[in-house]
């Protein structure tokens, strides 16, 4: 696999923003069906726009998490890729990821009630 030839403490990057990722996904989902259904009832540009905002957050979130599971999936490219071109984008997107986990936990909070 691709990972085998990134140190163990990437691995462990990449498979943690993974899995942050799905979090993200499925929190992004729940919005949007409780956005969903605020519009049906109350059908305000506000919702509209919440709608919208879900949708491309939740798009751009399918997109990072499948291109980071990607490298756990494939079998080995063709290619090598070294180290430093994969240890920076993985801690940038973890963190990302992190942040927009807790961002969207207290959305999702707040909008439940």
Known sequence: MVVEYLGPEIRIVIYITVVVGVANIFLLLGLLRTY???YKEVKSQFTIG???FASFLLIQNLLVT???GIP???PVLPFTVPDSDFVRP???LLFINLIQLVAL???YRITRE
């Open 50 to 52: 919440l709608l919208y």
């Open 72 to 74: 756990l999936l494939l």
């Open 105 to 107: 936990v207290i959305l």
């Open 90 to 92: 993985h801690f940038a």
């Open 36 to 38: 969903w259904k605020t």
């Open 66 to 68: 499948i291109s980071m």
